[in-house]
C-alpha cells in the first residue's frame, strides 16, 4: 500500500522559512564573531605578556651576570643611534661588528647564549604584522637580528644615553628605580600613538620591577612620561633624565 506524504511536507520549504533560517544564522554569527575575536584578542594579549615577561627575566639574569649592567653593545656617547647593523659578526664587542649604541644590538645580547627561543621576541599578531622568528641556526656565533625589521617585536629602553643625559643621572643599570620601563610593544614611531601590535588599542609594558601590565596609554612611565619619546618629545632620541624611557627600535 502506498502512503503519501501530507501536501506540505512534499513541497519542502518555503523562500520565507529559509529566509527566516538564514536570517537567525546569521544574527548568531552576528553574536558570536565579535566574542570570538575578544577572546583571541584576550589571547594574544596574554601570550604577549608572557614574552615581555621572559624578556624581563633575561634582563634579570644578565644584570647579575654583568655587574648590574643591562645589556648594551659598543657605546659612544657622540655617536648617533643604529638599529640592525653587521647582524653576521661573530663578536658584538669586536672588529667588524655592529655600530656603536645599535640598540637591537643589545637586545640581541639575550638570545648569545641560546638559553630561550627567538620566538620570545615576536609580538603574538605575527601574521598581521609580518613578524617571524629569527632564522639563524646559531645565535652565538652572530651580533644582531637577521632583519629586525620582522624578528623583532618589542622596544626596550635606550642604553646608549647621551653626555647630557648621563650628567642628569640616567643609567640604566640594576639599581635603577622599579617604575621605570625598560620594555614594550614596539614602538609606532609616532609620539602619544599607542603601538601598532595591538592594532593601537594599547601596549604591554614591562617595569624594571620585573611586572608587565597592559597600559592603554603611552603615558604610563615615571611621572607620567611618553615611552616612546623623550621628555623633549623626540622619538628615535637619546633619553633626558634619569626617568625618561624612551624605547626603541621605532616602526
Known amino acids: 500500500m502506498r502512503i503519501s506524504l501530507p501536501e506540505r511536507l512534499r513541497s519542502g520549504f518555503t523562500l520565507i522559512e529559509v529566509l527566516v533560517v538564514i536570517g537567525i544564522i546569521a544574527l548568531l554569527l552576528g553574536f558570536l564573531l565579535p566574542a570570538l575575536e575578544k577572546a583571541r584578542e584576550k589571547a594574544n594579549n596574554l601570550n604577549c605578556a608572557v614574552n615581555l615577561n621572559q624578556i624581563g627575566m633575561a634582563l634579570l639574569i ?14 659612544d656617547p657622540a655617536a648617533p643611534l643604529a638599529f640592525g647593523t653587521n647582524p653576521a659578526a661573530a663578536d658584538p664587542f669586536g672588529p667588524g661588528g655592529p655600530q656603536p649604541n645599535d640598540v637591537t644590538a643589545a637586545m640581541f645580547l639575550l638570545l648569545r647564549p641560546g638559553n630561550m627561543p627567538a620566538k620570545i621576541f615576536n609580538e603574538p599578531y605575527g601574521d598581521e604584522l609580518e613578524n617571524t622568528p629569527d632564522p639563524a641556526p646559531d645565535f652565538s656565533a652572530r651580533s644582531n637580528f637577521t632583519e629586525y625589521q620582522k624578528n623583532l617585536g618589542y622596544s626596550y629602553a635606550n642604553p646608549y644615553p647621551n653626555l647630557g643625559a648621563v650628567q642628569a643621572g640616567y643609567s640604566l643599570t640594576s639599581k635603577i628605580k622599579g617604575a621605570f620601563v625598560m620594555a614594550a610593544d614596539r ?3 609616532v609620539a602619544g600613538e599607542n603601538s601598532k601590535n595591538h592594532e593601537a588599542r594599547g601596549q604591554n609594558v614591562l617595569y624594571a620591577d620585573g611586572h608587565v601590565e597592559w597600559q592603554t596609554t603611552t603615558q604610563c612611565g615615571m611621572n607620567s612620561d611618553d615611552i616612546y619619546a623623550n621628555k623633549a618629545g623626540v622619538i628615535q632620541a637619546s633619553p633626558v633624565d634619569a626617568t625618561d624611557s624612551v624605547l626603541l627600535p621605532i616602526d
Open 187 to 189: 614602538n609606532p614611531g
Open 62 to 75: 644578565y644584570s647579575n651576570d654583568h655587574h648590574g649592567q643591562y645589556p648594551r653593545t659598543i657605546y
